[in-house]
Nanobody
Framework: QVQLVESGGGVVHTGGSLRLSCAYS????????IGWFRQAPGKEREGLSC????????YYTDSVKGRFTIFRDNTKNIVFLQMNSLQPEDTAVYYC????????????????????WGNGTLVTVSS
């Protein structure tokens, strides 16, 4: 049974940092990928970043490049999202999700390929 559980959300001031964690379990053997998404109130869900669990290749959407970093601890089945220089517009519920048959096509995975989702963790950036 595949499960993903996010943690690490909270309230932070503008310019601050947070590190989100995604603990996952039940995935089959490689290839699979874990991605981070967010959804702000009244807005559509936005894909942020993705990491291949087999080789660690990472991808970022333009809006977070240079501020967010995705990395993994394969020994513990955790994927992290380090978020720096947070702004009020980063306020959202952040979700991690898993593609259990990652082809290496980042665009497809982030838009269509995620098979399982966590319940989300709320990040609030105060001005």
């Amino acid at each position: 049974q595949v499960q993903l559980v996010e943690s690490g959300g909270g309230v932070v001031h503008t310019g601050g940092s947070l590190r989100l964690s995604c603990a996952y379990s039940g995935f089959p053997e490689y290839p699979y990928a874990i991605g981070w998404f967010r959804q702000a109130p009244g807005k559509e869900r936005e894909g942020l970043s993705c990491i291949s669990e087999s080789d660690g290749t990472t991808y970022y959407t333009d809006s977070v490049k240079g501020r967010f970093t995705i990395f993994r601890d394969n020994t513990k089945n955790i994927v992290f999202l380090q978020m720096n220089s947070l702004q009020p517009e980063d306020t959202a519920v952040y979700y991690c999700a898993g593609d259990i048959n990652y082809s290496g096509n980042y665009y497809y995975t982030m838009n269509y390929g995620m098979d399982f989702w966590g319940n989300g963790t709320l990040v609030t950036v105060s001005s």
